[in-house]
């Protein structure tokens, strides 16, 4: 498969969510083609150089998106909002002229495993944030039993930094997410515990 890339300074899980201003050419011109063909294209996280002028350097794994809304801006600008749907791997890049990358991409399955019991508190965490902060999906119970999609919402949520957001996204298996970001919590939590006293 074969998408036009957007190379970011931010992490978009599967099914989440991502506003976006354009202002260059080669990305408005990208997602024109996007709306007109009903195809999507590719969020990947910039290892290293800036979102706009010459072309990043970026993580080989991203987020495959389609613009589920879009609008022109008071200052003229084109403002989207994209969906994540599927997590790929970068195959093949190459540079058009107008310096947009385009890339062979593999897609990858998302495993659809249901929460086991010791992971619960994953998913009361979750429902916790939800709640408190009036999150749209708090009308989709159901899916607080999905392993996949409660580890993509607390990655998305937490206050992790980019980097460990990049990790969890490589990681395929949600369990072993699930791991990774209690790690990170315990850390977070002991240097919060040591400003204290």
């Given at each position: 498969?074969?998408?036009?890339?957007?190379?970011?300074?931010?992490?978009?899980f599967p099914e989440g969510e991502l506003q976006l201003?354009?202002?260059?050419?080669?990305?408005?011109?990208?997602?024109?083609?996007?709306?007109?063909?009903?195809?999507?294209?590719?969020?990947?996280?910039?290892?290293d150089g800036k979102e706009a002028g010459q072309p990043?350097?970026?993580?080989?794994?991203?987020?495959?998106?389609?613009?589920?809304?879009?609008?022109?801006?008071?200052?003229?600008?084109?403002?989207?909002?994209?969906?994540?749907?599927?997590?790929?791997?970068?195959?093949?890049?190459?540079?058009?002229?107008?310096?947009?990358?385009?890339?062979?991409?593999?897609?990858?399955?998302?495993?659809?495993?249901?929460?086991?019991?010791?992971?619960?508190?994953?998913?009361?965490?979750?429902?916790?944030?939800?709640?408190?902060?009036?999150?749209?999906?708090?009308?989709?119970?159901?899916?607080?039993?999905?392993?996949?999609?409660?580890?993509?919402?607390?990655?998305?949520?937490?206050?992790?930094?980019?980097?460990?957001?990049?990790?969890?996204?490589?990681?395929?298996?949600?369990?072993?997410?699930?791991?990774?970001?209690?790690?990170?919590?315990?850390?977070?939590?002991?240097?919060?515990?040591?400003?204290?006293?």
């Amino acid at each position: 498969m074969k998408i036009p890339l957007f190379p970011l300074n931010t992490v978009l899980f599967p099914e989440g969510e991502l506003q976006l201003r354009l202002f260059e050419p080669r990305y408005i011109d990208m997602v024109s083609e996007c709306l007109r063909t009903d195809a999507g294209f590719g969020i990947c996280l910039i290892r290293d150089g800036k979102e706009a002028g010459q072309p990043a350097d970026f993580f080989p794994m991203g987020t495959y998106v389609k613009v589920i809304d879009w609008d022109q801006m008071d200052d003229g600008l084109l403002g989207i909002t994209v969906k994540g749907e599927q997590r790929f791997r970068v195959e093949h890049k190459e540079l058009q002229a107008d310096k947009l990358c385009l890339a062979e991409v593999t897609l990858l399955d998302e495993d659809d495993e249901l929460l086991p019991v010791s992971y619960q508190g994953f998913s009361d965490l979750l429902k916790e944030i939800a709640y408190r902060y009036e999150l749209p999906f708090i009308d989709e119970p159901e899916r607080f039993d999905e392993a996949s999609w409660v580890s993509d919402r607390l990655a998305e949520l937490l206050p992790f930094d980019i980097a460990a957001k990049q990790s969890l996204l490589e990681m395929d298996n949600a369990l072993n997410r699930f791991d990774y970001m209690q790690a990170l919590l315990e850390k977070i939590d002991s240097g919060q515990h040591a400003h204290d006293s």
